[in-house]
């Protein structure tokens, strides 16, 4: 078992880059898949970005292909998620998600562990 905990988000003016930034606890943390989704005010929480336990395949939105990436190291236990040339549209509370399936899991289903959130705010 894991508990993600995100870090990094904050208020940024459009056109800014973050870095989200979400690290684990126990010595597993190889053995997870780890995806990134985010909720809006008023709206359902939607996939971003996911990297794969192994071979850090990734999979993104289409709304951030281009402008995010993720990444991940192993050996610090955290997973990193770029987020560059920021729009009003990307504010949201942004959450990390952990699971034991091979892959790059895109649905919320798919995850197991979830961590608190970080707000990510983008001004125009």
């Known amino acids: 078992q894991v508990q993600p905990v995100e870090s990094g988000g904050g208020l940024v003016q459009a056109g800014a880059s973050l870095r989200l930034s979400c690290t684990t606890s126990g010595r597993t943390f190889g053995s997870y898949a780890m995806g990134w989704f985010r909720q809006a005010p008023g709206k359902e929480r939607e996939f971003v970005a996911a990297?794969?336990?192994?071979?850090?395949?990734?999979n993104y939105a289409d709304s951030v292909k281009g402008r995010f990436t993720l990444s991940r190291d192993n050996p610090k236990d955290t997973v990193y998620l770029q987020m560059n040339n920021l729009e009003p549209k990307d504010t949201a509370v942004y959450y990390c998600?952990?699971?034991?399936?091979?892959?790059?899991?895109?649905?919320?289903?798919?995850?197991?562990?979830w961590g608190q959130g970080t707000q990510v705010t983008v001004s125009s």
């Open positions: 998600a952990a699971t034991l399936r091979g892959g790059v899991p895109g649905l919320e289903t798919q995850y197991d562990y």
């Open positions: 990297i794969s336990r192994v071979d850090g395949t990734t």
